[in-house]
């Protein structure tokens, strides 16, 4: 068993760490723990008031921007509008089994929202990222399956499995990046963490009878909001992760603990359907990646 809680994350005062989703649930622990650290934290979430009203949260160095993963304009949008490098992009903002929805450019909203928004958000912002890419998956993913021939579930939508093939989609996409980058001689290092079960607003969100089933779990079994943060805070401030790491809780079935490297399914490690997906989100996003330029600090 792991140790390792904030308490033990070094000072983190010069450096500025961009969370989306930061508003609310693990991204606001996150958020909240990296700026009593001393980072520089950017707030990048969708409704600007309840960003502010979570900046508020802060002890300090917090700014909000607006920032709709939904929406491929307001992905381009915050990438230009943004004026600084950055040390840490946290991909954490993310829906979860939802009724069926599409996101403003006509993509499956959880697989355009928690992938092809942040595939395009980090392909936009790599030239400017100096250390590490942290995306912020599931152990959903175990159930996921990529449907190439159906990636917005046009033919079929089950709520749970398209959220499953989101996460994957976000672990092939983490795998693949630390892959290219290695590739490239960059010293950028791409990873992803897992929350377990962490009492959060992202399971009221079914409009199903099922949002009163998980909101009674976690009452009775899910850790905090703030704890559920500890694998995404690990992640991307642990100075000895390797690129390409996987962090999780350490306990039963990996649903809550103290975060420790932990394993994925082998479906997240195919490569070949990783290079595919890579291939497809470019095309999709139209967002090609520069890895000439990304090369970490000098």
Do not use: C
């Amino acid at each position: 068993m792991s140790s390792w809680t904030p308490a033990e994350m070094a000072d983190q005062s010069g450096r500025t760490f961009i969370v989306t989703g930061a508003n609310s649930g693990i991204g606001l622990g996150a958020a909240r723990e990296l700026a009593s650290a001393g980072a520089q934290v950017v707030l990048a979430v969708r409704d600007t008031a309840k960003g502010k009203a979570a900046a508020s949260e802060l002890t300090r160095n917090a700014e909000v921007r607006e920032l709709d993963l939904a929406n491929l304009a307001s992905v381009r949008g915050f990438a230009e509008d943004l004026d600084h490098e950055i040390d840490v992009l946290v991909n954490n903002a993310g829906v979860m089994a939802t009724p069926h929805r599409t996101t403003a450019d006509g993509f499956e909203l959880q697989f355009g929202t928690n992938h092809l928004g942040h595939f395009a958000l980090t392909g936009l912002l790599l030239p400017r990222i100096k250390e590490r890419v942290v995306t912020v998956s599931s152990g959903a993913h175990r159930m996921g399956r990529i449907k190439f021939d159906d990636l917005n579930s046009e033919r079929s939508y089950q709520r749970w499995l398209a959220y499953g093939q989101s996460k994957l989609a976000n672990l092939l996409f983490m795998y693949e990046l630390q892959r290219r980058l290695t590739a490239a001689g960059s010293s950028v290092r791409s990873m992803a963490a897992h929350p377990g079960w962490a009492a959060t607003g992202l399971q009221s969100h079914t409009e199903s009878f099922q949002d009163r089933i998980m909101g009674l779990a976690n009452r009775l079994w899910a850790q905090s909001e703030d704890q559920g943060a500890w694998p995404t805070l690990y992640a991307a401030t642990a100075p000895d992760l390797p690129g390409g790491a996987y962090v999780g809780p350490d306990g039963w079935f990996e649903q809550r603990g103290n975060p420790k490297i932990v394993g994925s399914s082998g479906s997240a490690r195919d490569e070949e359907n990783a290079r595919r997906l890579w291939e497809v989100s470019e095309e999709l996003t139209d967002v090609h990646y520069d890895f000439a330029v990304a090369t970490g600090p000098d």
